[in-house]
């Protein structure tokens, strides 16, 4: 049973937990208060100060605690945004207040750090010894969108300084930037580098421990319905070709809805997640192209007996997805007013006619070229059914206006997939020991361009992915249609990307599988 939390984010302790449970949520709702208002004091007396508490609050996870305070700090920055008698004097100011205001969806002008050029229009103003402004200045930068040339320059240029200097949190910095980074994941590295003899961080941290247990809690739960919903299911024994990995699965939801309130929705989204990972491998290992054509063509009128020639583990799979889209259906319906019934299942019959598509391609031997390859790859990366699950399970802003656009494949999904198709393609998808082969955006383009080198051709499909995310920002921190909940969500995917498709050296998914066997540590032992 989860933690509930009140209106004002508090997790309530009224609730028949062990003692050792309520006395943690008692001593947490002490801590909020405690830290809020040092937070407001502190904010009240000296903006750049409250600025760095803001960021900290953020970067150890526990800023939703806080919305009100904050929001109200970040109105009164942002009114005083362009005036050059609130400009703080270092650049590590300016940047702070920037990126924090951007990301929360202000219209701030980029052209705040010409302040910071020379005659000739370059950064030379900055010391290469302020690590902390270079530091501030890179992760401004990266949330550029298209055009943004001001900032795609600070990046350049605050990344060429910073790779000069060998401090862990330095490269913490280049590696792992705030807003493309998920702050649960990275709590532990910014803990190892701040000052815990600051009473006011002191008191941050030891809240973000406890909050970090509480979660853990909450997390831990679902993983005990998420395992014996998977084991009622039992696609796995049914499907030895396929993936059996629903504690994996389960962690995109966790990343994704990270507020703790979401148990309910994490738990319903891991579903369909379950479901992409094994209907892709029905296409990429199991199924001839005649049973993927039937399988598809089932999937499109949305019948059984259309499947009625197909091996059973096929039939078997369809009649879950079938079954578990109803179920989901029927669980908004009466949350949320609206039955997303055809919907859903528009998002299954574009994501099975992108992996039939895929199918024939390699079934001929012969690559199609690489722009139409991530026309259809973003389509069969499978977010888009994720997301539009994801819309209807967070039940905010519903209407036919929002339904309409969500199902045309709106550009704040599409950017989404094509940053984890790039993602994915660049090391097709080794950790997961398949032997399909469904080929890549990579291949693709080798084949289109003979005269270009593997590393060049990797530069290429990075830059796509930087191109991506420029674009995927500007539809998340720009006015919208869908709701805070949902773009933020939608960075989340995003920001989960590289961790659930690692490739250096030596591919793994080693920090993926800490936490998880964390998080797994009361139950059975089993292989990740």
């Not at 950790?431 to 990579?442: P, T, V």
């Amino acid at each position: 049973m989860a933690f509930p939390i009140n209106i004002d984010g508090n997790f309530s302790a009224s609730f028949h937990l062990p003692s050792l449970e309520n006395e943690l949520c008692l001593r947490h709702g002490k801590m909020v208060k405690e830290a809020g208002c040092i937070l407001s004091n502190t904010a009240g007396k000296d903006p750049l100060e409250g600025l760095v508490m803001i960021d900290t609050l953020q970067r150890l996870g526990i800023d939703y605690h806080f919305r009100e305070e904050i929001e109200a700090f970040l109105n009164t920055q942002y009114m005083n945004f362009s005036s050059p008698n609130h400009l703080p004097l270092d650049v590590c100011g300016v940047a702070l207040r920037f990126r924090l205001l951007r990301q929360e969806g202000y219209n701030v002008s980029q052209e705040v750090f010409n302040n910071f050029k020379n005659e000739e229009g370059n950064f030379h103003l900055i010391q290469e010894n302020d690590v902390k402004g270079l530091m501030a200045l890179y992760e401004a930068s990266q949330l550029s969108m298209e055009s943004e040339d001001i900032l795609d320059e600070a990046g350049e240029f605050s990344a060429k300084l910073l790779n000069h200097h060998e401090s862990e949190i330095v490269a913490n910095t280049l590696k792992h930037p705030y807003h493309k980074s998920l702050a649960r994941f990275m709590v532990k590295n910014f803990l190892n580098n701040i000052d815990i003899r600051n009473e006011n961080i002191k008191v941050f941290s030891e809240l973000a421990k406890i909050d970090c247990e509480i979660v853990r809690s909450i997390h831990q739960k679902e993983i005990l319905q998420i395992s014996n919903w998977w084991k009622d299911l039992g696609l796995a024994k049914e499907l030895k070709f396929a993936r059996d990995q629903p504690l994996k699965w389960h962690m995109w939801s966790m990343s994704v809805l990270i507020d703790p309130n979401l148990s309910e929705q994490r738990v319903e989204l891991t579903k369909p997640i379950s479901l992409v990972y094994i209907i892709d491998d029905i296409f990429d290992l199991y199924g001839t192209l005649n049973d993927l054509s039937i399988f598809t063509e089932a999937v499109n009128e949305w019948d059984l007996t259309a499947a009625n020639q197909l091996p059973e583990s096929m039939k078997i799979s369809l009649m879950a997805l079938f079954d578990i889209t109803e179920s989901i259906s029927t669980k908004i319906l009466e949350k949320h007013g609206w039955n997303p019934i055809e919907s859903l299942q528009k998002s299954w019959k574009k994501l099975c006619n992108a992996f039939l598509e895929e199918a024939k391609w390699f079934a001929s031997g012969k690559l199609p070229k690489p722009e139409e390859y991530l026309r259809n790859g973003i389509v069969s990366s499978g977010v888009h059914v994720v997301l539009v699950h994801m819309f209807f399970l967070l039940g905010q802003g519903i209407n036919k206006e929002t339904v309409d656009f969500v199902d045309g494949f709106p550009p704040i999904i599409s950017f989404t997939a094509t940053i984890l198709r790039l993602w994915d393609d660049l090391g097709t998808a080794k950790d997961e020991n398949q032997n399909g082969h469904d080929g890549s955006y990579l291949e693709c383009y080798i084949r289109e361009h003979p005269n270009v080198t593997v590393e060049r051709a990797r530069e290429h499909v990075s830059q796509l992915i930087c191109d991506a995310w420029k674009k995927l920002n500007q539809e998340c921190l720009s006015r919208s249609p869908f709701s805070r909940s949902f773009t933020n969500a939608c960075l989340n995917v995003a920001r989960m990307i590289p961790l659930m498709y690692s490739y250096d050296d030596n591919p793994s998914l080693a920090s993926l599988k800490e936490h998880m066997r964390s998080l797994a540590a009361h139950l059975e032992s089993k292989p990740f």
